[in-house]
């Protein structure tokens, strides 16, 4: 049985299928002419759903006597870059499976994202979504545990970009330098000293917290400073992720003015506090009981 990149068994493609999250759904619209596939999308395409829309692309391009894959962009109202890198890894496996790969009806935030990317001359874009077609019997398949992100989470958001350099470290796309290496190492020992343990931590006050958790932004930002390409990308990336501690504030506001800034809940603390620690772990693969392994293969 031919199985996705994650070891998870496709459909040998004898029924429909529709992949859904909360914020998007890739439906295999049934039927359609013989030797193609049409996934509509509808929602949302980012770091956070990426797991749907690589599911819903790797089971039909594991259906049999494929010819054509159309990915209907018609209801699809944001792609980020994560959503445009799961459609350029399936243009690329469609291309090494001769399978012609094409996109329908890209909205204009799409086509602006291709635009700026480069992308659009990469594909078979179609101005118009295939006609619908009457919807089939079809399974719901939910993302494994692990792999959906809840929107909004910090840990969710650091996962999801892990486990993406994870997968393109193992696909070979990523080859870090001696230098990178040890600048990566250096880091994580610096967010370590920034972070402690959990226990640590939850007995530390607010404001302590809060201002371990700004040095660890503080020594990402440094180490972003002294490099480039990919790990700047990553790096860039998860201090995005961790933008919302600058607007969090421990001290009562004066005269009652908080120009935008509050108090965070402890479980927003010990959410931003778990994403340095999930950092931590992709930049070295060592073992943390409080984060997940997703590492860099340094």
């Not at 439906?27 to 690589?54: F, M, N, Q, S, W």
């Not at 594909?123 to 009457?134: C, G, I, Q």
Request: charge should be negative.
């Amino acid at each position: 049985m031919k199985q996705d990149r994650d070891g998870r068994p496709l459909a040998d493609g004898t029924g429909a299928m529709m992949v859904t999250h909360a914020a998007l759904t890739a439906d295999r619209r049934y039927p359609a002419p013989p030797g193609t596939i049409v996934i509509a999308l509808e929602g949302e395409a980012h770091i956070g759903t990426g797991a749907v829309l690589a599911r819903a692309l790797d089971e039909a391009l594991a259906a049999p006597a494929l010819e054509v894959l159309v990915v209907d962009c018609s209801a699809l109202t944001f792609c980020a870059a994560a959503g445009l890198n799961e459609l350029l890894r399936a243009r690329r496996a469609a291309m090494e499976a001769g399978i012609a790969f094409r996109l329908a009806a890209p909205g204009r935030q799409m086509s602006r994202l291709l635009d700026i990317a480069g992308a659009e001359p990469v594909f078979d874009v179609l101005p118009s979504a295939p006609a619908p077609t009457a919807p089939s019997e079809r399974p719901r398949i939910t993302v494994p545990p692990g792999r959906e992100q809840p929107s909004g989470a910090m840990d969710a958001q650091v996962a999801a970009l892990a486990a993406l350099v994870a997968q393109q470290t193992r696909d070979g796309l990523w080859e870090l330098s001696d230098e990178e290496s040890a600048l990566a190492r250096a880091t994580a020992d610096r967010l370590a000293e920034a972070i402690g343990p959990g226990a640590v931590q939850e007995g530390l006050t607010g404001i302590e917290r809060l201002e371990r958790l700004r040095a660890a932004i503080a020594e990402i930002a440094i180490s972003l400073a002294h490099t480039h390409g990919r790990p700047a990308w990553f790096l860039a990336r998860t201090a995005t992720a961790l933008t919302p501690v600058l607007d969090w504030r421990a001290l009562t506001a004066e005269d009652g003015q908080s120009f935008g800034t509050r108090v965070p809940e402890p479980r927003e603390l010990t959410d931003a506090e778990n994403a340095v620690r999930r950092l931590r772990t992709a930049l070295t693969g060592d073992p943390d009981t409080e984060a997940a392994p997703a590492h860099l293969g340094l």
